[in-house]
Nanobody
Framework: QVHLGESGGGLVQAGASLRLSCAAA????????MGWFRQAPGKGRAFVAA????????YYADSVKGRFTISRDNAKNTVYLQMNSLEPDDTGVYYC???????????????????WGQGTQVTVSS
């Protein structure tokens, strides 16, 4: 059984940083692309960032480019999202997701992901 567990969320002020982690169990991450998505209050779940199975390619939503960095440590079966210069619009529940693929295309497509975590809340105050 696959389990993805997010951690690292919290309440911070605008301009602060947070680092989210996603630890995987029951799945070898080296065979999966990983993504981070977020759901703001009253909105649907949206793509934030993704990283290919080997870490060679990364993708970001325009709204987070230059501020967020996705990375992975396959030896630890963990994916990270470093979030800098946080803004109130970054508020939401952040979900980690895994897609069983070694391809590089379409990693921003929510419905292509096979496994999801329960989410971690990030709240940015102004």
């Amino acid at each position: 059984q696959v389990h993805l567990g997010e951690s690292g969320g919290g309440l911070v002020q605008a301009g602060a940083s947070l680092r989210l982690s996603c630890a995987a169990a029951g799945l070898t991450l080296s065979s999966a692309a990983m993504g981070w998505f977020r759901q703001a209050p009253g909105k649907g779940r949206a793509f934030v960032a993704a990283i290919s199975w080997n870490g060679g390619n990364t993708y970001y939503a325009d709204s987070v480019k230059g501020r967020f960095t996705i990375s992975r440590d396959n030896a630890k079966n963990t994916v990270y999202l470093q979030m800098n210069s946080l803004e109130p619009d970054d508020t939401g529940v952040y979900y980690c997701a895994a897609k069983r693929t070694t391809m590089y295309a379409d990693l921003d497509r929510l419905y292509d992901y096979h496994y999801w975590g329960q989410g971690t809340q990030v709240t940015v105050s102004s």
